[in-house]
């Protein structure tokens, strides 16, 4: 599965501040830290701080343990998505893998879910696949008006139609690469305040150890189970078998044909997944002349 290097920790660029030069005493020319060189002690507003950052993660973390118990390997994305719809101000939630620039649903914790997933997998275009590219959390906070819109206008507006006025990407990965997203979704604008952002991050690095510790298909041979990513690999396969299909018909390369497929799902109403299944069961072709019929 293909991966993205992250821009930073924090998916900042370095001319951001809080960089070297940026918190300058003089131009050119570095502010030296103030004496004494050791930290100061902790006053009682930041002891008071810390002690409920911690009770807010200590109560996070009893929240998704119980989540989670005796659940079967394949239906953790599932759970957790559901944990986080419980700990935070949000009316359903999802989870994709992301290959080759293309979002791969993993699990959801509603229809809902689902659509605004696949939405964007159509599209090629929204919040998680900004967020997995910079590999940083994004935060649309209204998908009614302002910076949101302009960003992202056909998503907007088919979000909003499926009742998301808000969502909120949170890449899964380690400060180096992102393979996929954690993603939020609500029925109203608004912002995450910083305490719950920390607990959606918390969410996403659970999700993030759950995924890789899970095991694959060659882990689970010879076991009656099936292997905990066939049902996503099926789809993932249909697509990409589609667009070898569109590939051969067209004469394009997979990129070109990947656009294709998205611009006739998009005009015929439906998602990028359907779509690759009428053409992978030939009831949809290609051709030079036109679109696919």
Not at 18 to 30: F, L, M, N, W, Y
Request: aromatic share 4%; hydrophobic share 40%.
């Amino acid at each position: 599965m293909a991966v993205r290097p992250r821009d930073g920790p924090e998916g900042a660029h370095g001319d951001e501040p809080g960089r070297h030069g940026a918190d300058s005493g003089e131009p050119g020319h570095p502010r030296h830290p103030p004496h004494p060189r050791y930290p100061e002690p902790l006053g009682a507003s930041d002891l008071d701080a810390e002690r409920e950052l911690a009770r807010d993660r200590l109560q996070a973390v009893d929240v998704i343990a119980e989540g989670v118990r005796d659940v079967e390997p394949r239906e953790l994305p599932g759970r957790l998505c559901g944990v986080a719809v419980e700990l935070l101000p949000v009316v359903c939630a999802s989870v994709a893998l992301h290959s080759d620039g293309m979002p791969v649903r993993l699990s959801a914790s509603s229809e809902q879910a689902r659509r605004v997933a696949e939405i964007q997998a159509t599209l090629g275009d929204g919040p998680c696949l900004y967020a997995a590219r910079i590999g940083a959390p994004v935060l649309a906070c209204d998908l009614t008006a302002g910076r949101d819109v302009h960003r992202w206008p056909v998503f907007a507006q088919q979000a909003t139609a499926a009742g998301v006025r808000a969502m909120f990407s949170i890449p899964l990965g380690n400060d180096s690469v992102c393979f996929g997203t954690l993603d939020l979704y609500r029925d109203t604008p608004g912002e995450l305040t910083p305490r719950q952002l920390r607990t959606a991050l918390l969410v996403a690095s659970v999700m993030t150890v759950a995924l890789m510790a899970l095991p694959r298909g060659e882990e689970n041979e010879g076991r009656e189970s099936e292997p905990w990513m066939s049902g996503l690999a099926k789809d993932q396969d249909e697509v990409y078998q589609a667009v070898g299909m569109i590939m051969a018909q067209l004469g394009v390369d997979s990129d070109e044909a990947l656009a294709r497929l998205r611009a006739h799902a998009f005009a015929e109403s439906c998602t990028a997944l359907e779509m690759a299944r009428d053409v992978v069961g030939l009831r949809t072709r290609f051709d030079r002349d036109g679109d696919g019929d």
